[in-house]
């Protein structure tokens, strides 16, 4: 019996979103997310950034690849707009960008938090 609406096993037809979704299983990638101009839950993958501008953040929602910079821009959701957004600039994105609340529970939060920390500074000119 053929379902028209089941997906190969090899996941073909969603390349990115099985890729990341790969990274996680491994423990590599962990989630993060910001809430500037609206709010974004993203996928990062510390060892993709290798550059400054290199798409290492998968959006949860739409599944596209985006750097650092550009994910902070990146929403789904109207901004809130209790929130002040003033001042908002988006080279500051390490500023916005904070571990995922969704691991705030884990055991592994600490070190997701220090490699984030990592990341934040690895291209930062002090
Ligand atoms: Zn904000
Ligand atoms: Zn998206």
Redesign the pocket.
Known sequence: LLRPHTFPQNGSLLPAKNSLAQLKETGSAFEVEHDCLGK?QGLFAPHIYTQPDAPCIQ?L??Y?MFSTQTFVM?S?RSPDKRTCHWGFDSAKWHCYIHLSSKHAESPDSKKMKSILKEMKEKFSRK
């Open positions: 974004c959006c929602e739409c596209a990146h789904h």
